[in-house]
């Protein structure tokens, strides 16, 4: 009975898992508005109806996909504090981290940019807070490798190689001939480090 109980856990986790795979997917191809409930079932081979059963709507599954993300951003930072001692190693191992989340999270980075508007005020407050909260990480670490420099510096600083990093899982799309993943990561990693040890 508890194989049966855990199994139908599973599966249900698997099955929202996948919805919140396939909707980052569609809504990063076509825009939050270009997007039904209805395609996304499709896309994970459920009706449409059958989304609601792991969300209230098009909107709340939207959240999900960038509040978790968030979560996920803002405990994977805190994480490498809690691994790290020393500020080189921090700022480096922070580096590496955002890199592999760029790499591995391409389409929940277009649906932020695009359609976090489309969030409710709560949704939207939250993933605000959660992102400023991570911002904050960064700024610890650098305050460390710039102790001279303000808060504010350090802040553009953190900003501006997360626009470099999330950026570039975009562009590499489009060259006729793209480097290999290993050497993207590599490039990531070496030019944020130059910017914010600049």
Do not use: C
């Amino acid at each position: 009975m508890a194989t049966a109980t855990t199994d139908r856990m599973r599966a249900k986790s698997d099955r929202r898992a996948a919805i919140v795979r396939e909707a980052a997917r569609l809504f990063a191809a076509r825009g939050f508005a270009g997007v039904s409930l209805e395609d996304i079932g499709a896309a994970v081979g459920v009706s449409g109806p059958a989304v609601y059963r792991h969300f209230a709507g098009k909107q709340a599954l939207l959240a999900a996909i960038l509040v978790e993300v968030s979560e996920r951003l803002r405990d994977g930072g805190a994480a490498v504090l809690d691994e790290q001692q020393d500020a080189a190693a921090r700022l480096d191992a922070l580096i590496r981290f955002h890199v592999d989340f760029a790499l591995a999270d391409a389409d929940v980075i277009r649906v932020q940019d695009r359609d976090l508007e489309s969030l409710a005020d709560s949704d939207r407050n939250r993933v605000r807070r959660l992102q400023r909260e991570y911002v904050e990480i960064w700024v610890g670490v650098l305050r460390g490798i710039h102790p001279s420099r303000h808060d504010a510096d350090l802040r553009v600083r953190a900003h501006a190689v997360f626009g470099l990093i999330n950026s570039t899982p975009h562009s590499v799309r489009g060259l006729r001939t793209a480097p290999s993943e290993q050497a993207v990561r590599a490039i990531l990693a070496q030019q944020a480090h130059a910017a914010l040890t600049a």
